[in-house]
Nanobody, 131 residues
Framework: QLQLVESGGNLVQPGGSLRLSCDYR????????IGWFRQAPGKEREFVAA?????????????VAGRVTISRNDGSRDNAKNTLYLQMTSLKPEDTAVYFC???????????????????WGQGTQVTVSS
C-alpha cells in the first residue's frame, strides 16, 4: 500500500527552527518525486519544496528565501530510512500552516511546483509559529 506519513509539526516561536519528516511506504523513491506543500487557514495550498531523488535536484517555492531545505539526509549514516526531511529555519508567523508531503511517480521535473500533478498525499502536520 502506497502511503505518506508526515510528522514533526509543532508550536515554535518566531525565529525558531523545525524539521518535518515524511515517511514513505510501498514504493521505491528512485522512481518518484517527493514534494512538500502547505496550506494556511483561508488560503490555497502552496508549493514549498520538492526533490527528484534520481538526480538529487531540489526545487523551492519563491517565499522560501533560503530558509528551507529538503533532503534525504538526517545527518546519520542510515540511508536505509524511508524518510525525507524538510528543515525550516528563521520561522515566521506567516509560515503557520498545515504542511503536506506529496508524491508522484515520475522522473520528469515538469510542473514540479503544481499541486495537481501529485497523486499521493499524506494527512498533513500542523506547524504553528507564534510567541
Amino acid at each position: 500500500q502506497l502511503q505518506l506519513v508526515e510528522s514533526g509539526g509543532n508550536l515554535v516561536q518566531p525565529g525558531g527552527s523545525l524539521r518535518l519528516s515524511c515517511d514513505y511506504r510501498g514504493f521505491r523513491l528512485d522512481y518518484w518525486i517527493i514534494g512538500w506543500f502547505r496550506q494556511a487557514p483561508g488560503k490555497e495550498r502552496e508549493f514549498v519544496a520538492a526533490i527528484t531523488p534520481f538526480n538529487f535536484k531540489t526545487y523551492y517555492g519563491d517565499f522560501v528565501a533560503g530558509r528551507v531545505t529538503i533532503s534525504r539526509n538526517d545527518g546519520s549514516r542510515d540511508n536505509a530510512k524511508n524518510t525525507l526531511y524538510l528543515q525550516m529555519t528563521s520561522l515566521k508567523p506567516e509560515d503557520t500552516a498545515v504542511y503536506f508531503c506529496a508524491a508522484r511517480p515520475s522522473q520528469s521535473a515538469i510542473e514540479i511546483r503544481a499541486e495537481a500533478t501529485y497523486n499521493l498525499w499524506g494527512q498533513g502536520t500542523q506547524v504553528t509559529v507564534s510567541s
